[in-house]
């Protein structure tokens, strides 16, 4: 199954061949980039205007001065990643065919609503989701903002008709926010995102500027792609570190959880397994998870010095609805015979230095319809850093 950045699977929802929807949805990209922007500059990290109260008042909320009197922000800064998946980098071009997400994730904080590092939009935003946040007791927790992208492609270039053996075009725009809980060695990660599918998430656009720098041939079918479809979708996972310590040479880690919305609803499990130096204090370093971005509550290490590992990460689907292959939700389109249960496995390394972390990944997974000729396979980077 497909894989939205930012997801532990695929992307997004329906769409079809269906007319274009309204002007709503075709504003959904920069509407999400503008919440993405507000939600970074808002806070007390950026914002060089932020004063604290008056003489003998303390530091208003959201303000430099409130998170740095409050919080150890300087040992749990906010993190801001950027992934990048594309298929070329498997010497593929069909199926999962890229996507981008970029995420931001706030300090360690010690509550959702009134804490001082987080901006007065996320707390405006976290009043409206106290139920998935997790109740109290935990070392650690933060908040992820994520935006993302993801295009979905059959396997003929070429082709400008109907397709009706391969999966349909398709491609999807999500926005979430998330919410991460740490107790010693055990994670709980939940994700809610809203986005949209279909001609207004741009993805014609977005691969025919990447094709172009990369000297591509054009994929020719996109007048039939999936219609324009709105998207919501709920994640939960829940990880345990079941073997080795943070800084040490290895570790494994084990995952399960869910998703239930229009984009996918599966059920997975897993684990990672990581061998390298000085490993870092979180919940692996698997791309296409949702702790697995750098997202888990951790520490920046007093030491400058190079760290890196090498991971291998496994993942059994069992998947109930993947909009991408079954089709609209909402409308008749063009869908393929679904395989329900299916299986991945991801490679790769990353290195740190000080507030700097680099990971390439391959990732390979089982066939995800009946007649694919070809079992999908693709590159991932990612960059992050400590702010």
């Given at each position: ?5 930012g997801a ?18 075709r504003?959904?990209p ?5 919440l ?7 806070g007390?990290?950026?914002?060089a205007t932020?004063?604290?109260g ?5 530091p208003r ?48 904080l ?15 935003i ?11 007791g ?5 908040m992820v903002?994520?935006f993302?992208?993801?295009i ?14 391969d ?7 999500l926005?979430?926010?998330g919410?991460?809980?740490r107790r010693?060695d055990?994670?709980h990660?939940?994700?809610?995102s809203?986005g949209?599918l279909?001609?207004?998430s ?5 691969q ?9 041939e ?11 479809e709105?998207?919501l979708?709920l994640?939960?996972?829940r990880?345990?570190r079941?073997?080795?310590q943070?800084?040490?040479h290895w ?6 959880g869910?998703?239930l ?16 130096r ?5 919940f692996?370093?698997?791309?296409v ?6 997202t ?12 890196w590992?090498?991971?291998?990460a496994t ?8 909009v ?11 869908r ?21 972390k ?6 390979w997974?089982?066939r995800?319809f009946?007649?694919?000729?070809e079992a ?5 980077f990612?960059v992050?850093?400590?702010?």
């Amino acid at each position: 199954m497909p894989s939205i950045p930012g997801a532990p699977m695929r992307p997004a929802a329906p769409l079809s061949s269906s007319p274009r929807v309204s002007s709503a949805p075709r504003r959904a990209p920069a509407l999400a980039a503008a919440l993405l922007a507000a939600l970074a500059l808002a806070g007390p990290a950026a914002a060089a205007t932020d004063l604290p109260g008056g003489e003998g008042e303390p530091p208003r909320l959201g303000t430099r001065a409130a998170c740095a009197a409050q919080s150890d922000i300087e040992a749990y800064p906010p993190i801001v990643n950027l992934r990048v998946d594309n298929d070329l980098l498997a010497s593929q071009d069909q199926g999962y065919s890229s996507g981008v997400q970029l995420s931001l994730v706030s300090p360690n904080l010690r509550d959702y609503r009134d804490d001082p590092c987080l901006p007065w939009l996320a707390r405006r935003i976290n009043a409206h989701l106290t139920r998935l946040q997790p109740a109290g007791g935990w070392d650690q927790a933060n908040m992820v903002v994520r935006f993302g992208q993801g295009i979905f492609t059959p396997e003929d270039p070429l082709a400008t008709g109907l397709i009706a053996d391969d999966r349909p075009y398709a491609g999807a725009l999500l926005l979430g926010v998330g919410y991460n809980a740490r107790r010693g060695d055990d994670l709980h990660a939940t994700l809610l995102s809203v986005g949209v599918l279909g001609p207004s998430s741009r993805a014609e656009q977005t691969q025919r500027a990447i094709h172009r720098l990369t000297g591509s041939e054009d994929f020719r079918g996109w007048d039939n792609q999936l219609g324009d479809e709105g998207l919501l979708w709920l994640q939960h996972e829940r990880s345990r570190r079941v073997a080795g310590q943070a800084g040490g040479h290895w570790d494994a880690v084990t995952h399960w959880g869910g998703g239930l919305g229009t984009p996918i609803t599966y059920a997975n499990a897993g684990f990672e397994l990581r061998l390298g130096r000085r490993l870092p204090d979180d919940f692996g370093s698997s791309p296409v998870r949702l702790a697995g971005d750098n997202t888990a509550p951790g520490g920046i290490p007093r030491e400058r010095r190079l760290a890196w590992h090498g991971f291998l990460a496994t993942d059994a689907q069992w998947v109930l609805r993947d909009v991408t292959l079954d089709g609209n939700t909402w409308r008749r389109s063009h869908r393929v015979d679904r395989r329900p249960l299916l299986a991945e496995v991801t490679l790769g390394f990353a290195a740190t230095r000080g507030r700097w972390k680099f990971a390439l990944a391959r990732t390979w997974r089982t066939r995800e319809f009946e007649g694919q000729r070809e079992a999908p396979s693709f590159g991932s980077f990612t960059v992050s850093r400590a702010m």
